[in-house]
């Protein structure tokens, strides 16, 4: 079976979020699984100057934008036997940032979406199955639907699309679309692209694909609702037989205590006792008291109002009436970050707030933090939770999307469960939590130590889910037959 993989970012080239990391992670495990999967991703500045260097040129052409003939090159690099294609257009992918956040985005996803489908005969790879992620990849399935089915070449692929955050949706004006891609009015009705008045990319990957993922079973139930379902909800309850939830996993080769060299000393389940040294190390680090039973709470997050900072916000003075301590690594709107500057002010050698993207510093905090915060307002999958349990760090988060299907609450009674939970967006609720995983830290060191043991011991490989993908691909390429 052939699979691409299209998306926006993947680790290790590009990173601003989760989705990097199932899209360098993903097809890794489906490729063990005899599969050819391939990844193509836009060739941005940003990526590692010694990536770029290792790049091989594959070819170049034009691709045509409603009449504007845009150069297109690709280039290819193989890592750990994953083949990646990098579509080149300098212009349009030499920022330096990876989403413009304004119109632009429009005319570089569109290119990309279309440079995606051109490059098929030119590579001589025609997937069975091309595996599109978040809006900046919805055009692909318009286009095939509506431009290729003309080539037999073309008429067989089938199309998943998976949301990976509904939040964002990739909107634009008509004008703007019809100036990209010149499609026809056809496609600018509320069956199709048309979205409250503009074209959203996130929307033509929802009409146009064969099969819509997410990344969680909750999240899969959640967006269906108008609560959490961004107005994409009508379009999704319509879709529901073909949409499922299939929860992300994490590179557990990669995110391992035991071997990871960021880490100022190693550690496994069986032999946790230099956890406690990377918490020293972190206090250190970051000018915070170095002390062993001042319960650390971590946070790694994009900041913005999605992470539930606001809650943190209401109750800071309340948390640190604790004995805890905290340290927040992230970056983002600049009211939370000038927050949290302020934080570590008012609460010099307690907070530490690094206001920074630094994977090293992060894996750091999974590290040397006792328990890991995430309250977040939604949350579709959460790999950050993941990542914290495998480290032993204990995360308190709110019940929603793929924190409610990875996180097991405390049972006192039974002494089962791997974290804290609490079930409405409300800081005093998430405060009381805290409390009672700082008090539990503090007072029952041995229910703790085993809740730490249950965490590190939890398999949140991406073998189930690899399988779950692979499953479904098989169904669509029998339904085609
Ligand atoms: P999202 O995709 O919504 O940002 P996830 O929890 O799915 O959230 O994934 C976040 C990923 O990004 C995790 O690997 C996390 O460690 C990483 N991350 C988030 N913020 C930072 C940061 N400031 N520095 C380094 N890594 C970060």
Redo the contacts with the bound molecule.
């Keep these: 079976m052939k699979v691409l993989f299209c998306a926006s970012e993947a680790v290790p080239f590009i ?7 199932v899209v360098g992670s993903l097809p890794k495990k489906l490729l063990s699984e005899d599969m050819d999967v391939r990844v193509v991703l836009p060739k941005y500045r940003l990526i590692p100057y010694a990536d770029i260097c290792r790049m091989e040129h594959v070819c170049d052409f034009t691709v045509d934008m409603n009449g504007q003939n845009v150069y297109c090159g690709v280039d290819t690099l193989t890592v750990d036997k994953v083949v990646y294609y990098f579509v080149d257009n300098l212009a349009l992918f030499g920022s330096d940032r990876v989403y413009t956040g304004d119109e632009r985005e429009c005319f570089r996803f569109a290119f990309f979406a279309h440079a995606v489908l051109e490059i098929l005969p030119r590579l001589d790879f025609f997937p069975d199955i091309l595996h599109c992620h978040d809006w900046q990849t919805g055009m692909i399935p318009v286009l095939l639907h509506g431009w290729y089915q003309g080539d037999e070449r073309y008429r067989g692929i089938r199309t998943v699309f998976t949301i ?2 509904i939040k964002y949706q990739g909107l634009f004006s008509f004008d703007n679309v019809r100036r990209c891609l010149g499609l026809n009015d056809g496609y600018f009705t509320p069956d199709n692209l048309e979205f409250y008045g503009v074209a959203s990319f996130l929307k033509a990957g929802l009409v146009f694909s064969h099969f819509i993922t997410t990344v969680s079973p909750s999240y899969a139930e959640e967006i269906r609702t108008t609560y959490y379902g961004e107005r994409m909800d009508g379009i999704l309850r319509k879709r529901e037989k073909v949409l499922r939830g299939i929860l ?1 996993g994490i590179d557990t080769a990669s995110y391992d205590p035991a071997h990871d060299v960021a880490l100022g000393a190693r550690y496994s389940r069986r032999d946790h006792g230099n956890k406690r040294l990377c918490k020293a190390f972190l206090q250190e680090e970051l000018g915070l008291a170095v002390d062993a039973s001042a319960p650390l709470i971590g946070m ?3 900041l913005t109002p ?2 539930g900072i606001d809650l943190v916000e209401r109750v800071l003075d309340d948390i640190m009436r604790t004995p805890a301590q905290a340290v927040f ?3 983002g709107d600049s009211g939370y970050e000038e927050f949290l500057r302020d934080a570590a002010r008012r609460y010099p050698g307690r907070i530490a707030a ?1 206001i ?4 090293g ?2 894996r750091r905090v ?1 590290a040397g933090s006792d328990l890991f915060l ?1 309250p977040s307002l939604f ?7 993941m ?1 914290a349990l495998r480290y032993g760090s204990i995360p308190i988060v709110r019940e929603t999307g ?1 924190l409610r299907d990875t996180v097991e609450p405390y049972n006192r009674y039974t002494d089962k469960g791997n974290g804290f939970s609490f079930r409405n967006y409300n800081a005093h609720e998430m405060l009381y939590c805290i409390e009672d995983a700082v008090r539990m830290y503090r007072e029952q060191p041995d229910a703790f130590e085993r809740m730490v043991m249950r965490a590190m011991r939890a398999d949140f490989s991406w073998k189930a889910s690899a399988a779950a993908y692979k499953r479904l691909y098989a169904q669509l390429l029998a339904q085609k037959g």
């Design positions: 990173k601003t979020g989760g989705l990097a990391d990976h955050n992300n790694v997050t994009r999605q992470k690594l992230g970056s690094c920074a993207q630094d994977e510093l992060a999974y995430m949350e579709p999958c959460g790999l950050s939770q990542i793929g």
